[in-house]
């Protein structure tokens, strides 16, 4: 049973830090696109990072470029999100998700749609 799970939120200031984790289970994503997306009350669901399947390309939103930083690690079967200087606009829920048909896709032009995503985990930056 294939299955992402996502760790790491929580709440924090505005101007701290979170490191989120997402394990995968089930089978291996090591070649495939993996990536974040975040989703607040009352909001879309809105994009915010991935990652090629070697780690070599990223892509992020305009909205955490410089602040969020994607990597992962295919020893592990886990991609991390490290969020740095969070803004409370940036309270939402956090979803990991991959993409099963970016088959060792070394280029980010845009952001995939994602075949599987876990449960989330809550950040929440308080003012």
């Known amino acids: 049973q294939v299955q992402l799970v996502e760790s790491g939120g929580g709440l924090v200031q505005a101007g701290g830090s979170l490191r989120l984790s997402c394990a995968a289970s089930?089978?291996?994503?090591?070649?495939?696109?993996m990536g974040w997306f975040r989703q607040a009350p009352g909001k879309e669901r809105e994009d915010v990072a991935s990652i090629t399947w070697n780690g070599y390309n990223t892509y992020y939103a305009d909205a955490v470029k410089g602040r969020f930083s994607i990597s992962r690690d295919n020893a592990k079967n886990t991609v991390y999100l490290q969020m740095n200087s969070l803004k409370p606009e940036d309270t939402a829920v956090y979803y990991c998700?991959?993409?099963?048909?970016?088959?060792?896709?070394?280029?980010?032009?845009?952001?995939?749609?994602?075949?599987?995503w876990g449960q989330g985990t809550q950040v929440t930056v308080s003012s």
């Open positions: 089930g089978r291996t994503f090591s070649s495939y696109v």
């Open positions: 998700g991959v993409d099963l048909s970016s088959y060792q896709r070394h280029s980010l032009r845009v952001f995939p749609d994602y075949d599987y």
